[in-house]
């Protein structure tokens, strides 16, 4: 089954408003730092249609966290995030992720293959935002179930209809290192033995993995209480779309999910 991917980054440059309007909202979040402020983060719920598997055509319906980052500061070391009203300009937040484990035994397409433990994925999300547009680039280490180096690229359009309501969609690409798109969309000569070759053994390089579009929709319906809402649609390529077990599933896969989160402020260094 896969988790969603949820990066700490839901707080990208400007946080949106609170029932008195977005820029308030910045203008609070700059006093909360000025008045000694030292971290701003974001924790929720959320539930998401998704693939089984990745390649799989068959979707299932799982909760996952929302975790979210908006400002921390380290007196004397660094300071990241976000600090004031100004829109855009760079930002840098760390990135997670995980998929959770893939039981071959149950899905007819897999049965004979082994099983893939849970991966985790740590690493960072860098991006650049002109205020209706950004830009963002994510690199991240996968351990557990798969290893290798992990990653996308996308960019997005930004629409704020009203001071409560922020709109994001556009394209990305996701790429995975050959250790990672062996676990997953590999099939072993002794797997593919064990089967009586109704997966043909595969050993697929890394490389480009996926191309789509996402789109996410975000209100804050009271004073930092959001509503989340997102949307995507991808398509394999490449080694992982030539996989059997993509051709047995699917090359196509979509997610959906819906959520509420909080946002917290957090004085560290009294």
Do not use: C
Request: glycine residues 14%.
């Amino acid at each position: 089954m896969l988790v969603a991917f949820i990066p700490l980054s839901l707080l990208p440059g400007p946080t949106l408003a609170a029932d008195t309007g977005m820029f308030e909202a910045q203008e609070r979040e700059a006093t909360a730092v000025a008045s000694g402020v030292d971290l701003i983060f974001e924790i929720g719920v959320s539930g998401q249609v998704s693939p089984e598997y990745e390649g799989s055509d068959e979707y299932s319906v799982s909760p996952f966290p929302i975790i979210g980052f908006g400002y921390l500061n380290i007196p004397g070391l660094f300071e990241i995030g976000s600090t004031g009203p100004d829109e855009g300009g760079f930002s840098i937040n760390p990135s997670f992720n995980m998929t959770g484990e893939r039981k071959a035994g149950d899905f007819d397409d897999l049965k004979g293959l082994d099983d893939v433990d849970a991966t985790y994925e740590v690493g960072a999300k860098v991006g650049y935002e002109w205020g209706y547009a950004e830009i963002y680039g994510e690199a991240r280490y996968a351990f557990g179930g798969a290893e290798g180096i992990v990653g996308e690229l996308g960019a997005n359009a930004i629409y704020r209809p009203t001071k409560t309501i922020e709109l994001k969609a556009g394209p990305f690409a996701t790429l995975a290192s050959e250790d990672f798109t062996e676990t997953y969309f590999g099939v072993t000569a002794a797997e593919a033995d064990r089967i009586g070759l109704r997966l043909e053994a595969y050993d697929p390089k890394g490389g480009v993995k996926s191309v789509g579009v996402s789109g996410s929709a975000r209100y804050e319906f009271r004073r930092d209480w959001f509503l989340n809402a997102d949307a995507s649609y991808s398509q394999f390529v490449g080694d992982a779309k030539d996989s059997p077990i993509v051709k047995a599933g699917d090359k196509n896969q979509f997610t959906v999910g819906f959520g509420i989160s909080k946002r917290f402020e957090m004085d560290l260094f009294d």
